[in-house]
């Protein structure tokens, strides 16, 4: 259980997960001292965790690749999650179960390498013949929305959200897709190794003070400074706070593919996205083939409902997944600087790299 207190300094961290411990007891209205406190006394229950930073893929000049792998055996379901471990972009993966048994697993690619990819993901289902594959690629339109504890009601120990009159929303909602971010990916000749290990160390973890990685990377003060702030302003998209959902009921997770449906609905489903996020953690993202995937990482089950009996109504043809977003079974991966290199300014897109020692490591290894 927590308190109202609780409760509140929880809420603060939601929108702002680095917050100085001054500006939290300003918010609080409490002394720096007793904001202090008790931020550290929730962080050794566990309520509050390490924040998550998110790399901008776009920025980075990336794209992402949804890949779902049918699988028929636990031999299977454990060399791919090894493969995903080995392959050096590989950006997510969670198992999951529906119509049989799957593992969803995301890279973030530079775009030369979707070939290359495409010719992995061959290679893999020759060698393990009962392993089936969809692979989706992202048009670049991709919307998110995170908890929002405003929704929920500590003394009823309730989510509040009414999913009838979000639905209700959606007819308002423009019939096509705004234009594109037309934003350039940051120049990549401008990073140095030395910038993407930091900015490793921040998906790692966000709160890592200036200080260490002055140490770590020995940088002078100003140096480190300079680098930290030009980082997260270029680089990272977002950064997530982490909480103990179980004391929030948001224990579920979901995951629906919605092929070939209506592009209208699609777009509106988009637009409402944008427009009026649900207070729940969700990813969509529109597909090259006007295809969707629809996930929430953090649902109530009440909720969780809900959401299908909402999706049910606007596509009536799709599949859907549970996740399993336990310890182990869903790991996000940190930025790996490795995949660039630094003598051309560009990733690693070589046959060698991308397929050939992954594979040659993965069955070492099996």
């Not at 904001?35 to 990336?62: E, F, H, N």
Request: net charge negative.
């Amino acid at each position: 259980m927590i308190t109202p207190e609780d409760y509140q300094i929880i809420l603060q961290l939601e929108s702002n997960p680095l917050l100085p411990y001054s500006d939290l007891a300003n918010e609080l209205g409490v002394s720096w001292p007793t904001a202090k406190k008790r931020l550290t006394d929730l962080k050794s229950r566990g309520v509050i965790r390490t924040p998550v930073a998110i790399y901008d893929i776009r920025a980075l000049g990336l794209q992402r690749l949804s890949i779902m792998w049918s699988i028929k055996t636990v031999d299977d379901l454990l060399l791919l999650e090894k493969f995903c471990d080995i392959h050096p972009y590989t950006h997510y993966r969670a198992r999951g179960y529906g119509n049989g048994y799957v593992l969803f697993a995301q890279f973030d690619v530079p775009h030369d390498i979707i070939p290359l990819m495409n010719e992995l993901i061959e290679t893999l289902e020759k060698e393990n013949d009962s392993v089936s594959t969809d692979l989706f690629q992202s048009s670049g339109y991709r919307a998110e929305s995170f908890s929002n504890l405003r929704f929920y009601n500590l003394n009823q120990n309730m989510w509040t959200f009414d999913w009838t009159s979000w639905l209700e929303l959606i007819d308002n909602q423009p019939d096509n897709l705004p234009p594109q971010d037309d934003s350039k990916p940051t120049e990549l000749s401008e990073w140095t190794r030395i910038d993407f290990e930091i900015l490793r160390e921040l998906t790692k973890d966000p709160e890592i003070k200036q200080s260490e990685l002055m140490r770590k990377f020995n940088l002078t003060r100003t140096n480190t400074h300079v680098r930290y702030n030009t980082i997260f302003d270029k680089l990272i998209s977002s950064v997530r706070c982490r909480f103990d959902r179980i004391l929030f009921n948001l224990v579920n997770a979901r995951l629906f593919w919605i092929p070939h449906s209506k592009e209208k609905k699609i777009n509106q489903l988009y637009n409402l996205m944008k427009a009026s996020p649900p207070p729940f953690n969700f990813g969509m993202d529109i597909l090259e083939e006007k295809g969707l995937l629809f996930w929430g990482v953090a649902l109530p089950t009440f909720h969780e409902h809900q959401l299908a009996s909402s999706i049910w109504k606007l596509f009536q043809d799709f599949n859907t997944y549970t996740l399993d977003t336990s310890i182990d079974r869903s790991i996000v991966y940190w930025f790996y600087p490795a995949n660039f290199d630094f003598d051309t300014h560009y990733w690693k897109i070589d046959r060698e790299y991308v397929v050939e020692k992954p594979l040659e490591e993965l069955y070492q290894i099996k």
